[in-house]
């Protein structure tokens, strides 16, 4: 059975969307992705790959346009589609699962695991390859504990402060993870500048980090790893916490009740509640002080066993 993916838009999404994806792709079977050229390294190591097309934003067609032309006369078997755009309509599918608008508040992979028929809720599935493993070495490869840092978003209003995050992992690298590597990851190029800026502030108080430019697989070989990875709600977050780090994502306009990371040590925090951010989605972040989060920080790392 040929297999058409077509991930979300949102980074996030798209790791969430992972466990649909293996849900649906049977053994050796041969699996299209159609993807953002952001997360398509995420699926460099998905089993039966065979084709892989990249869109740069949502008025992009060509790539749909491109796919259907390489399958006239030919139809997908299946079409899982979350992307959520009229062109995907072109690709030519004897079975469609499209994801509609949801009608409950729930979470989002609780939307996709009804979608491919799932009696449960379905965890992300990250394939990982040798490629991604040594990648990630080269950037931490001693056994000394690894912090992540997670600083990015797709818009302003998602991200806390940067100087705040250097703050955070400051006291957690000369307290409780002494000695830490730290490692501050960019979910996509727009992420850079602030990655950067947490690395210098660390460097210039005498606290080593570095601004590993991983892909997304890369980074989820790395937080295979990690002692502990904190973050926004982004694509990193996700990735994290479905390969098992304790993982703390920082939440304040979009709703964690929707979004939140799925893995078994992640845990989420925000300052007012959703509803009040409803109201002032600029200052989202602003109430999520550096005490809290070195708190929760700390909470999660004694609950995984470290004293």
Known sequence: MAVLFLAPADLGETVLATGALAHVLGEGEPLTILTSKDAAPLFRAAPG?????????AGDVGPFIELAWSRRGRRFDLALDLRRSPASLVIPAKRRLTLK??????????????????????????????????????????TAPVLLIAPGGNNAAKR??????????????????????????????????????????????????????????????????????????????????????????????????????????????????????ALDEGAAMDDISIDAVEAAALDLLHAGGLR
Request: overall charge negative.
């Open 49 to 57: 790959l065979k084709a892989k097309y990249t869109v740069e934003g």
């Open 101 to 142: 608008q949801p009608e409950v508040l729930r979470h989002f992979s609780e939307d996709l695991s009804e979608l491919v028929g799932s009696e449960r809720t379905l965890a992300p599935t990250i394939w990982l390859d040798d490629r991604a493993r040594l990648a990630a070495a080269t950037v931490a490869p001693d």
């Open 160 to 277: 806390w402060p940067h100087e705040r995050f250097a703050a955070v992992a400051r006291r957690l690298a000369t307290g409780a993870l002494n000695g830490a590597r730290i490692v501050v990851l960019s979910a996509a190029t727009r992420d850079d500048e602030i990655a950067a800026r947490i690395v210098s502030s660390l460097d210039a108080d005498g606290v080593p980090a570095s601004g590993a430019g991983l892909d997304l697989l890369a980074a989820a070989a790395l937080a295979e790893r990690a002692t502990l990875c904190i973050g926004n709600d982004n694509a990193l977050t996700h990735i994290s916490a479905a390969m098992g780090a304790p993982t703390l994502t920082l939440f304040g306009p979009t709703d964690e009740r929707v979004r939140s990371p799925r893995g078994p040590r992640a845990r989420t925090l925000r300052g007012k509640s959703f509803e009040e951010v």
